[in-house]
Structure formats: C-alpha cells, structure tokens
C-alpha cells in the first residue's frame, strides 16, 4: 500500500537539497528543470538567484530542443559552456535571449528514470572549465535529488503549476544598521540597496533627493515602476546584466528636464547596491564597465530579449506541427494564455491546423467557418489584418455574443497572419480568466504575429512538398518483401535528413522461382528527388534483368549499360545476391558497394571479400566479379548502405568490423529487434548525413 506523503514537505526537502547544491558547487543562479508527464517538455520547477520573470522564455523548453538543459535529458551527459564565446557557437538561439558574460553546466537527474535536467550558472570570472571534483559534486547533487523525486512520486506528492523562486541562503539582511546607515548617509551623491527581484530594500536620503522621491515612495517598489523616467530598456537591462553575471554594471539616466545621473551597479548573490551621482560630479565611484545597450521601443527589456529568443526558435520550426508546438510551449505561457487556435484560409473558410487549451467538441464547432462569420472574429481580424483584442467577455460580446458561449474562455487575442499583404491564417490566444492588453504588450503580440506568418506559410510549404516527397518515395520501395521458404527477413529504410526524408538507398527481395531469390541493395548519391527517380529506374532495371535469370554479374553490367545510356549525373553503388536453394550457393556481384556481413550458425562473423566493380554509370564496359560462398543452414547475411558506417573522421573498414562485432552479438530470434540493435549501436539516432537501408536474411 502506498502511503499519502505531505506535498509540502516533498517540496521542502526538494528545495533544501536544491539550495545545498548551489552552496556547494558557489553556483550563482540555479534552475531545476522537470520532464512533463508526456516526456517531451521540461518545466522549470525551481528557481534561484534571478527573478522568476527573468527565465519567462525558458519555463517550458522542448526536448528536442537545441538548449544545454534539453541536450543534458536527452543525451544523458553533462554540458559544460565555459564562456559566452562557447554559447555562441554552440547554442546560438540560446545565446542572442541570454547575451551577458557567463558559464553554466547542465546536468541530467536520473535516477531509475529520467526526471529532468539541474541547471547552475557562474560569473564568468570563474575558471573556464570544470575539475573531476566538481564535476562528482554536480552528479551526485543530481542523484540526491532524483532520489527525492522518487521518494515523493511514491508517497503522491503533487507536482507545482508554477515555477517557485528559493533562496541558495547566501544573502544578507538589507537593512543596515544605524552605524552603517550613517556610514552611507555621510557619503557624497546617493545610495539604495535592491534584491534579486529588483525591489528597493533601502534608499539614503541623498538617493531620495537625487531621484526626487519620498523613501516610502521608493522602498519594496521597482525603480522603473516607482520612477518613471527610468522606464527604459536601457536601465532595466542593466540590472538585468548586472543580476545574471554578477559583475559591476554602469549607466547614464537622464532626470527630466536635463539632469543627468551617473547609475552604478554593483551586484552579489544576495542583491545589488547602487551608487547615483551627478553625471561628471567630483568624489564619484570607480566607475563600473559601462554596458552599451542600443535605444529600442519603450517595452521591458525581457520582453525584447524573449520576442528575440522566440524569433529564433521560429527560424527553426520545419512543419506545420512544429508551429503549433512552439507556439503552444514558448509563446502561450510568455503571455500566459492558456488556449490556442491557429487557422488558415482556404477556399474562403477558416480551417483549423492547430490548438491547444480547447476540447475537441469546440474545435468542430469552429472549424470550417466561413471567412465573413459573424461567430467569432478571426475572419474579420484576417480580412482586415488589423489584430483585435478583447479584454473580457462583455468587450467580445457586444459584437459576437456567441463566442464567449462557445469557447468558454474570457479574454482573446487575435493576430492575423499577413505576408506581403497576403492572408496566411490567424492566431488566437485566449484565457481563463479576463485579462488587459496594455500597449506594450500588444506591440510585442502584433510584432510576433509577423514572425509566425512567416514560419507558418514556410512550413505549410514544407509539409505539401513533405508528402509529395514521401508518397514518391513510398511508391518507389517495395510496399513489402515476399515470404520465401526457407528464408527469414527483414528490413529497414531511415531517410538522411529531417527535410524532404526521401533519398536514394533501395533494397529489394526477388523470387526467382521455387528455388532462388536474389536479394538487392543499393545507393544513388544524393538525397532529393533525382536521387528518388534515379534510385526508381535503377531498382526496376534490376528486377527485370533478375526475373529473367540473368547471373549477378551480368545483371549489374546490364544495369550499367543503361545508366550510361540515361547519362545521369549520379552515380550508384549496388550490391546483388543471387540465392540459388538448390544448389546451396550464394553468388555475389558488387558495384562500389559496402561488402555484406556474415553470420555463421556457429556465431563466426565477417565482411563477405566481394571484389567491388565501378559505380554504375561510369564505365558503360566495366567489369563485376563474381563471388560464390556456401548457403548453409543458420547462416545471416546482413546487407547495408554506408550510411550505417561511415562517420566524419571514423576508418571505414574499422566501422565496419564494429558492426560484425555487433551482429555477431546480436539476438537473432527477432530480425526486427536484430536491425534495432544494430542502428542503435552505430548510433544512428543523431542527425543523420547520409540515408541508411538494411536489409537483412537468415537461411532456416
């Protein structure tokens, strides 16, 4: 029976072990990140050493996407980036939303499963690398706090909807005592303390006068909240920059009407103390590096720095789904809506290719409405291309007085997709509760609005060429391989890239009567559509020159007799095998292909020495020798493309030997899980370079 743990404490202990392990390694901001229910999410849990707002583009982050904390789950190793530069060039998106000097170590926490991935970040004035002793204390901090995930999933312990922020216990009071209140009160210019959440937590009088503000105007308020004239980005990304790296910031604000201040910031893991001064008065502070910022819209500087890391993610999205996803994991919960729709226009209604946040009944209730409805305002906003928001229901009533019935949700966004002035769909974010648009924040919707237009008309592209390209390349393989006595087989086909996922690598299994087969594997260069049509125009030469009984030589020197003929400007490598039952011969002919593995029943295994001829195409007189081996009860024979061996860098014939290593090993009571075994063990789940095919025959 398992018992009721208390929440509470499951998130007490969590935290307590989090906040240990920031100690311990002197991490100054720290993230723990846990995997959604459906694996494919990581949802920022808790949060220490920067205000929950500062990580609002990174509360949720795909898995599969390319980010330090998704990498270390998914790949199951700990990444290190020592500096900016390293971001850089490895993560790119990541770095334009987090551009301040740094380094951080994302590390998985796995337990008997997966849970998530534990952040830490350090001022880059720390060493640009790791020892072995740090790297033990971050691994075994994360096994602690599996264990305690582990523990609280056994006792029912609830997971949060909302990140928590938690003190690493390294701060200090902010209030001063009277000796040192004095100390600050003597000196020239002004002085006021704020918290990591950019709170004022002390202000002297002279900062009072300075920034021309009663003191309980000033404490627990935000400076750019409190003092209007320092509503700017450039101010509020100076604390930022300060907070994330912990290194003295700079900047010059200007009083109105034309009094100039001289800000300079000086932060350390419990806050920021903060000196203002003239600009250009004597008896001033060492002056802290002055942090550029260029001048940008009056928006909060997270929300430029998220609209730029969403921006980049959009760059990224292939498909139509990948649209939806992003929008739905990144941009839903920046705004913090909790529905979406995104439809498009077509034949003059609006179809719906994605939602979230909406039972499936609504979405037939709003799907297919014609353009000029009066039941919604999507076709309208679309037709207008003008984005139209609605507080509450009544705003939204007055004109559609059905919607807010049908949708149940109390506060809509709707952003028309417009490209070159060409109508592309429309993006409706909507809420659970009523909610104000300010300005701002309409600008910054308005303007994503053009960036998703964007993503989504390429990735409606996409997709039509996707399943043009897939149909071909469905239509071009064997639809399935023939049951032949006494032969077991299977096969497998994995396309280079995640583009167009066509390519030119074949295989094919021919009956040749009641006592033959022949079994076929080859590869065009490429992965396109030429690629495909050449690879369909090889594949049939091949079966038509094999069904008359055509030797394995000659059926290749037939094959390259045509393709010169064709003049392609590919080339191709195949592989024939004739098995001729009877006789118990296997006979081989190679053109330029990978040599084909063996397995004995005894378990010997080894490359077959077939003696390669040219590529076909080459040379309309080459030669291809033939090669016979014994057909033997047990045996394997396993046929590749060399997209299954050849890496950057890796000896072609030593990848090959690794792969009879692991068929040799391999459990062939399954050819299926056989093939598994073999693509997992060359690692074939990365990105791909090349389109790999296998195919595999045992002889019963």
Not at 32 to 60: H, I, K, M, Q
Not at 152 to 181: C, I, K, L, Q, Y
Not at 203 to 221: F, H, I, K, N
Request: glycine content about 8%; aromatic content about 6%; some cysteine.
């Amino acid at each position: 029976m398992t018992a009721t743990g208390d929440p509470a404490l499951d998130a007490d202990a969590l935290e307590a072990a989090f906040a240990e392990t920031m100690r311990r390694t002197g991490a100054s901001i720290g993230a723990l990140y846990l995997l959604a229910p459906d694996g494919n999410l990581l949802c920022l849990d808790v949060l220490s050493g920067v205000p929950v707002e500062f990580a609002s583009p990174w509360t949720r982050v795909p898995l599969a996407s390319p980010a330090p904390v998704a990498d270390a789950v998914r790949e199951d190793r700990l990444v290190w980036i020592g500096s900016q530069e390293e971001m850089v060039r490895c993560y790119p998106r990541t770095a334009m939303a987090l551009p301040y000097p740094l380094a951080l170590v994302a590390a998985p926490v796995t337990g008997a499963r997966r849970w998530g991935s534990l952040l830490l970040m350090w001022p880059a004035t720390r060493p640009p690398y790791m020892t072995q002793r740090e790297r033990g204390n971050i691994n075994s901090s994360c096994r602690r706090l599996a264990r305690l995930l582990e523990e609280a999933a056994e006792r029912g312990g609830a997971r949060r909807a909302r990140p928590r922020a938690v003190s690493a216990g390294t701060g200090r009071g902010a209030a001063p005592e009277p000796a040192a209140a004095d100390y600050v009160e003597r000196l020239p210019g002004g002085s006021c303390a704020l918290d990591l959440e950019g709170r004022i937590t002390y202000v002297s009088s002279g900062a009072c006068e300075l920034l021309g503000r009663e003191a309980g105007q000033l404490l627990g308020t935000l400076p750019w909240q409190s003092v209007r004239w320092l509503d700017d980005p450039a101010c509020e990304d100076s604390y930022r920059a300060a907070v994330i790296s912990r290194e003295p910031v700079s900047f010059s604000a200007c009083r109105p009407p034309n009094h100039w201040l001289d800000i300079h910031l000086y932060p350390d893991a419990s806050g920021i103390s903060a000196r203002i001064v003239p600009a250009g008065a004597p008896g001033q502070p060492s002056p802290a590096p002055r942090r550029t910022t260029p001048t940008a819209v009056p928006a909060r500087a997270g929300r430029l720095y998220q609209l730029t890391h969403l921006a980049a993610g959009l760059t990224e999205v292939v498909g139509v789904q990948d649209v939806v996803d992003l929008v739905a994991d990144q941009i839903m919960p920046a705004f913090g809506a909790q529905g979406l729709v995104l439809s498009t226009a077509e034949a003059g209604r609006l179809r719906i290719t994605g939602h979230r946040g909406y039972p499936a009944e609504t979405i037939r209730r709003l799907d297919g409405l014609p353009l000029d409805t009066t039941f919604t305002p999507a076709g309208q906003a679309l037709g207008s291309g003008i984005p139209a928001f609605f507080a509450n229901p009544e705003e939204m009533r007055r004109t559609y007085p059905e919607a807010p019935v049908v949708s149940g949700k109390k506060a809509w966004a709707f952003l028309p997709l417009i490209i070159s002035s060409r109508p592309v769909g429309v993006c409706i974010l909507s809420y659970d509760s009523p909610h104000e648009f300010p300005a701002e924040e309409r600008a910054v919707l308005t303007s994503l609005a053009g960036l998703i237009a964007q993503a989504f008309d390429r990735a409606r592209l996409y997709d039509v060429k996707h399943d043009l390209a897939h149909g071909l390349q469905q239509a071009l393989l064997p639809r399935g391989l023939p049951t032949l006595d006494p032969l077991r087989v299977a096969a497998r086909y994995l396309p280079a890239t995640r583009g167009m996922e066509i390519g030119g690598d074949f295989y094919d299994l021919i009956r040749l009567g009641a006592d033959a087969a022949a079994a076929v594997i080859g590869d065009v260069q490429g992965h396109n559509v030429a690629a495909a049509a050449l690879m369909g125009q090889v594949r049939t030469a091949v079966h038509a020159h094999a069904t008359l009984g055509t030797p394995p030589d000659q059926v290749l020197h037939r094959t390259n007799q045509l393709l010169a003929d064709l003049a392609p400007d590919l080339f191709t490598s195949c592989l024939y095998v004739h098995l001729d039952f009877a006789r118990e011969r296997v006979s081989l002919a190679s053109a330029g292909h990978p040599p084909p593995l063996l397995r004995l029943a005894d378990g010997d295994t080894r490359a077959v020495v077939v003696p390669p001829g040219p590529l076909l195409g080459v040379d309309p007189d080459a030669v291809f020798p033939l090669v016979e081996i014994p057909l033997t009860r047990g045996m394997l024979l396993a046929l590749y493309t060399d997209g299954l061996v050849e890496r950057p860098g890796t000896d072609l014939e030593d990848a090959i030997t690794r792969l009879a290593q692991h068929l040799a090993d391999a459990d062939d009571r399954d050819l299926d899980g056989l093939i598994d075994t073999l693509l997992s063990n060359a690692e074939t789940t990365a990105q791909r370079i090349d389109d790999i095919a296998l195919l595999v025959l045992q002889c019963e």
